[in-house]
C-alpha cells in the first residue's frame, strides 16, 4: 500500500499557510527557492539595496559632489590641505551630514588629501598646495544613515606632461571599470579591464587596496581589486552598490605605509593617481551616484 497522502489541488489553499491559492504561491515559487537577496547575503555576504535605500545613497552621493563644488573652489598654490579639511568638515556638518573618514578607525581628519606619491589616505595638515602638484580628494559622506563614496585627483596651477598623462590614464581606467559593472559580468571582468588599459600605457596598478561594498556601511562586501582574471569573482547583479577606484602609478605597484599609520605612499617614489565613484547596478548597466565626467 503507497501512503494516504492526498495530493493538494491547485485551486486549494496553500500548505505554507499563506492564505493564497496553492498555484499561485507554492506550487509555482517552491519554498525552497532563495530570493537572490537572500543567496547574496548567505554566499558573498553582500546586502543587496532596495530602490528606496539607492534613493538614500543618491541624496548622500549629491551632497559629496555639491562639496567637491565647494573644494575645486580652493585648489590653487597657497592653499594647505587643512584648508581643505576645514571645508568639506564645515559644509558637509553644515548640511546634516557627518564625515564618514573623520574618527574611522582612529583617523583624525574629515577627509583624504593624497599629494603626487602619495596613493591614498593622506592626512591633511599644514602642507601647501604648489604648482604642478596632483592632489586626491576622497570625500565620504555619511546623510540619513547611508554613505556615498567619491575621490578624484585635481591639478593644481599647471600639471607636468607626466602628471596629465598618469591622470588622463586613471580617469580612462575608471571609465573601463564602470563599462564592465553590468549584470553578466563578474566583479573580477572590472579589474580585469583596469589592469590590461593600465599596464598597455607602462603603468602599474596597486593590489594593497581596492573598491568596496558601500551604502550601508563605509566598507562593505565585496572587494573590487583594480586587477585581476576576467569571468573570476561575484557575478554581478542589480541592486549591487559598490565603489570602483583605481589607483595608478607611474612606476611599480608597490607601496608603503608611512610612520603615521595612514598615509599610503609609492615605494619608488613615482607620481600615483586616483579616481573613484560609488555605483548602482542596474537591469542593464549602472548609474553612478557621485558621478562627474569620465
Ligand atoms: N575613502 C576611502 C575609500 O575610498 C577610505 C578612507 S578611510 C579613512 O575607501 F579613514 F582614511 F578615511
Ligand atoms: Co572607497
Ligand atoms: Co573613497
Redesign the pocket.
Known amino acids: 500500500m503507497g501512503t494516504t497522502k492526498k495530493k493538494t489541488g491547485r485551486n486549494a489553499p496553500c500548505p505554507c499557510g499563506s492564505g493564497r491559492k496553492y498555484k499561485q504561491c507554492c506550487l509555482k515559487k517552491p519554498q525552497s527557492a532563495e530570493s537572490t537577496a537572500e543567496h547574496y547575503l548567505r554566499k558573498y555576504k553582500i546586502r543587496l539595496k532596495s530602490p528606496k535605500d539607492i534613493e538614500g545613497i543618491r541624496r548622500c552621493g549629491d551632497l559629496v559632489m555639491a562639496t567637491f563644488d565647494e573644494v575645486t573652489k580652493i585648489l590653487v598654490p597657497g592653499t594647505t590641505t587643512e584648508a581643505i579639511n576645514t571645508l568639506v568638515h564645515d559644509f558637509t556638518v553644515q548640511h546634516g551630514a557627518q564625515p564618514?573618514?573623520?574618527h574611522?578607525?582612529g583617523?583624525p581628519?574629515s577627509?583624504?588629501t593624497s599629494v603626487n606619491h602619495v596613493v591614498?589616505?593622506g592626512?591633511p595638515g599644514p602642507y601647501i598646495l604648489k604648482d604642478g602638484d596632483i592632489l586626491d580628494v576622497?570625500?565620504?559622506t555619511i546623510l540619513n544613515g547611508y554613505y556615498a563614496?567619491c575621490?578624484q585627483t585635481f591639478f593644481i596651477g599647471t600639471p607636468s606632461p607626466e602628471a596629465a598623462r598618469l591622470v588622463a590614464i586613471t580617469r580612462e581606467c575608471l571609465k573601463r571599470g564602470k563599462d564592465m559593472a553590468k549584470p553578466g559580468n563578474t566583479i573580477g571582468d572590472i579589474g580585469w579591464a583596469i589592469q590590461r588599459y593600465a599596464e598597455a600605457q607602462g603603468c602599474s596598478v596597486v593590489r594593497q587596496?581596492v573598491?568596496?561594498g558601500?551604502g550601508f556601511d563605509?566598507?562593505e562586501p565585496p572587494e573590487v581589486p583594480h586587477f585581476g582574471k576576467r569571468g573570476h569573482g561575484v557575478p554581478i547583479v542589480p541592486g549591487m552598490v559598490f565603489?570602483i577606484?583605481p589607483m595608478i602609478n607611474l612606476g611599480t605597484h608597490h607601496v608603503r605605509t608611512l610612520d603615521d599609520h595612514?598615509t599610503v605612499v609609492t615605494k619608488d617614489g613615482s607620481l600615483s593617481a586616483q579616481f573613484?565613484q560609488t555605483f548602482a547596478i542596474t537591469e542593464d548597466g549602472c548609474e553612478s551616484l557621485t558621478p562627474f565626467e569620465l
Open positions: 564618514a573618514p573623520l574611522f578607525n583617523f581628519k577627509v583624504c591614498c589616505h592626512i576622497d570625500i565620504t563614496d575621490n587596496l573598491g568596496h558601500v563605509f566598507h565603489t577606484e595612514w573613484e
